[in-house]
């Protein structure tokens, strides 16, 4: 596994730090800025419904907006902005990427803290990091409610798109092998369960499934128990995103059984042909009792930390513009795939060289010379980890 060790991890956690108005210093006097913001905040609300039998969940979303008045602040020292560097390919790719045009075009300082969904949500939310690439969407529903109607993240777009999820995934030959394991339910069948039983699952499928302290490991064995799979099936949780992925590429590439957890925007996904095993359709009545049904298609959005509303206003702008998704992001997968000794950071290189038609959209034309000058003298951000 690559090392992610960050220049300046722990020195500049919470250094941005902006709310109304602004106390700028500035030879000796000190000057009170009121600034003026309009801006459309969601904010998502679960609302409990009574019907004859049980009770139901939805969800409903209500966008407000806030007025604040502004005025531009006297130039100064730029925040370093920490990014959320979450334990997965297609978040630090959008990370790296991220940072070059925030360091490079906008000349705020970065810096990233490496971690699993859950601890590096609650960072978000105390502020020890300011931007979140990847918010999945319904995994963390309940966190990300609250959070949200506690003030203290905003969501400002979103990333990649819809995207699927499920943990009963097998290779497509494996179902052409055997047409008739097409479902969750198929996984009692002795016949179809011990294809996938090893000395470490004894008489049971072992089924891989979430890195530890993401949100789908907490999902995964509760769907596992809610479609009745306890005595059947054995959780293997991998140490991480790449060792994962690591365990489907070897089991492929010898074309052997393989069941777990997959999403359409890893990069298994991408480039190798996988096949769902049918579940009951998703609803938000099941979703919130039982979860014996099927995800719903996530929703990824980019969050920041409220602060960084005020404090960095141009990059919120350039990441309400940002709009790297499934098809965008598959040439990245691709790429790596074929480069297999090139590490995060020379991926996000290799796009931003390859694709200036798509960056140029998302920021100022002063930005955009400013990247691409840097972009030819081969430079690199300093806030990126050492990979």
Not at 126 to 154: C, F, K
Not at 167 to 178: C, G, H, R, S
Request: include cysteine.
């Amino acid at each position: 596994m690559m090392k992610h060790i960050s220049r300046r991890r722990m020195l500049r956690l919470g250094t941005i730090g902006f709310a109304g108005s602004v106390v700028a210093a500035a030879c000796g006097e000190t000057q009170v800025v009121e600034k003026i913001v309009t801006q459309q905040v969601e904010v998502e609300k679960i609302v409990e419904k009574e019907v004859p039998v049980e009770k139901v969940v939805t969800r409903e979303v209500v966008v407000e907006k806030v007025v604040e008045k502004m005025v531009e602040a006297p130039p100064g020292e730029k925040q370093t902005l920490v990014f959320s560097d979450l334990n997965w390919t297609s978040a630090q790719i959008q990370n790296r990427i991220a940072q070059y045009i925030v360091e490079k075009g906008y000349g705020y300082p970065t810096d990233v803290v490496f971690g699993t969904t859950l601890p590096l949500f609650q960072g978000l939310r105390r502020g020890d990091s300011h931007i979140t690439m990847e918010i999945w969407l319904p995994n963390q529903d309940e966190a990300w409610a609250e959070a949200q109607t506690a003030g203290e993240v905003v969501s400002i777009g979103e990333s990649l798109g819809k995207d699927w999820q499920s943990a009963f995934v097998i290779p497509a030959y494996l179902q052409e092998e055997y047409p008739d394991l097409d479902s969750v339910e198929d996984l009692k069948d002795e016949q179809y369960k011990a294809l996938f039983q090893t000395t470490e699952s004894g008489d049971k499928a072992r089924l891989v499934s979430c890195v530890i302290g993401w949100a789908c490991e907490e999902v995964n064995a509760a769907q596992i128990e809610a479609y009745g799979l306890t005595d059947h099936v054995h959780i293997v949780n991998p140490g991480d995103g790449a060792a994962a992925n690591a365990d489907l590429y070897g089991a492929y590439e010898r074309r052997e059984p393989w069941l777990g957890y997959q999403w359409g925007t890893n990069d298994p996904s991408l480039v190798l042909d996988l096949v769902r095993l049918k579940e009951p359709e998703y609803t938000d009545e099941c979703w919130f009792t039982t979860k014996a049904c099927a995800y719903e298609d996530a929703t990824i959005l980019i969050a920041v930390h409220p602060d960084v509303l005020t404090g960095a206003p141009d990059v919120v702008d350039m990441l309400r513009a940002w709009g790297l998704n499934i098809q965008v992001y598959s040439a990245i997968a691709q790429w790596q795939r074929e480069n297999e000794d090139a590490s995060t950071n020379d991926a996000a290189l290799w796009w931003l060289k390859s694709n200036p038609g798509i960056w140029t959209g998302w920021v100022t034309a002063d930005a955009a010379t400013a990247i691409q000058s840097a972009l030819d003298a081969n430079e690199t951000p300093d806030g990126w980890p050492v990979e």
